[in-house]
């Protein structure tokens, strides 16, 4: 369980840094009065992002087998880093 957890935690906190979500919320906590109230907010919506991804990913690992999600997964980064490499994305 803990293991889990921590590797989970690792991961989606080094993908989040310098990413444009970040990069947004320091843009508004600049121009914001309370930073508390962007820190609040900011928080929520990465935990219901993070529900959404958990839920979908469950029901979609009911229906697909796990081969072809990574798969899949791996063949979209690749198209995406090369789209952004010629500059069409």
Do not use: H, R
């Not at 889990?4 to 919320?25: C, H, M, N, P, R």
């Not at 900011?42 to 219901?48: D, G, N, T």
């Not at 979209?76 to 490499?85: K, N, R, V, W």
């Amino acid at each position: 369980m803990w293991k889990t957890i921590f590797t989970t935690f690792i991961l989606v906190f080094l993908a989040e840094l310098g990413d444009k979500t970040q990069l947004s919320t320091m843009l508004l906590a600049s121009k914001s009065k309370s930073i508390w109230y962007v820190f609040i907010g900011s928080a929520c919506a990465l935990i219901l992002s993070s529900l959404i991804g958990v839920i979908a990913g469950s029901f979609i690992n009911k229906y697909i087998p796990e081969i072809y999600i990574q798969l899949g997964s791996g063949i979209a980064f690749i198209i995406i880093g090369f789209l952004l490499i010629v500059g069409k994305f």
